[in-house]
């Protein structure tokens, strides 16, 4: 099997297949793309070739000699790459569905994988606990990233019937089969040397997938360390972004989004991954952000659709002054007064407008989505955009709202003035609830000059803008 034709494994897939995956099973009933038994090793795929690898109840039907199974796990870690997301679901073993199938051969638990984990391994021979370290005497590294206990289904009806507490709940799942179905387990492949941290992004109504963040999340303690600790960032936007993109995805053949401020990809991966049809250029002048940003498009084989250029957006082509935070480089800027003094980072970078990088394309490819979180020039981005929105571009419009860091670059504030003189319906996005409230441009210009004060100078929200004839309830429902 040739290398660059193989990105996805779905490996034991049964009657469930997916599409864009090499859907594999040893029993040909099932119809797989490819007939393999997992248990014969070597598998017909080259070392280092898979990204992304699917063991959907599939694991505790292998090996029910011990060494067999590790021979899988083995394999498993020979043909994925550095940095591969494998995804495993398993029947828990005080659920019947584990106990009444007679071809589950064993338990595989968050524990049982702890032995594949290298760094766990390292932390039993230094407390000089008694467990096989599988991990070192193998050479396997399977990082675990996240794991969750899917409940039974008629336990938790029972649970909610019955009110019971969180407490309740942990001690009634320690006391009766069958209140745990399944665990999910997410695991990353490591063979290099690891100096980012990995998350499990886990947007809304999608499948979840892994990002590089900074490695100490303090040291970006917005975006990076969200992701991080809860597996989302701005989680009411994104789900509003994404069905916006799902739903413009199903009637065009292509949907393009500008992404102004990508920062490590949050937005851009969110956007790419919701439909195979969404293509997303990235502008972030941050090297550090933008290293992230091109790491994370090559995890998630988006490179074809998703583009990153090293631009700060603005109102004006040439070159600026970049502030970069000392104690968290989120805060980052054009504009120096929003960026603490002490300790910051300030290095020169190139600048263009709305007007430069759309100039010469044609009306119907220019981007259908705009995305910009730009520390304060967002009414310097949209006054940069003069000509083209002249031409009529009108895409669906996302942007952070930092009155205090608007009045610091120096731009008077009449953005959205100019968006509702262009017929743009304007809502502000609830951060507590998938709930966007109508606005009017009078409303946002209060807004503007209630919050400029010292006392509100880190508030901030978002504002979605949509071009006239749009409705917003079939986004939103």
Partial sequence: MSKDKIVKLNLGCGFHHYEGWLNVDKQEACEPDMQVDLEETPWPFEDNSVSEVRLIHTLEHLGQDPRTF????AELYRVCRHGAHVH?????PRH???LSDPTVTRAVTVNSMQFFDRQVNEQWKERGVGNTPVALYENLD???INYKLVLDENFTR???AKKWSNADLRVNINLYNNAIAATEIHLVVMKDKEDDRFALATPLNMEPYLMAVYADVNAEAHVSRSIAQTGQWEPTESTVIARILKKTSAERKRVSVLNLGANVGWYALLAARSAANVFVDCYEPQAENRRLLERN???NDVADRVTVNPLAVTDVQGKAQLYIGAKDRYVSSLVSATVPEEGRVELEVDTDCLDGILKGKQLARMPDVLIMDVGGCEQKVINGGARVFERGWRPVIFTKFQPSAIAAAGAECDMF???SGMKYQLFVISAKALNLTPVTA???AKYYVDLNKPKTRDRYFNVLALPEGVDVKQFVG
């Fill in 417 to 419: 003035k100019k968006l």
């Fill in 70 to 73: 590790v021979a899988v796990m």
């Fill in 88 to 92: 495993i679901l398993s029947s828990h």
């Fill in 96 to 98: 019947e569905s584990f």
């Fill in 442 to 444: 009078e409303q946002l």
């Fill in 158 to 160: 029972h649970a909610m």
């Fill in 142 to 144: 399977f990082r675990i």
């Fill in 297 to 299: 498009i090559a995890m």
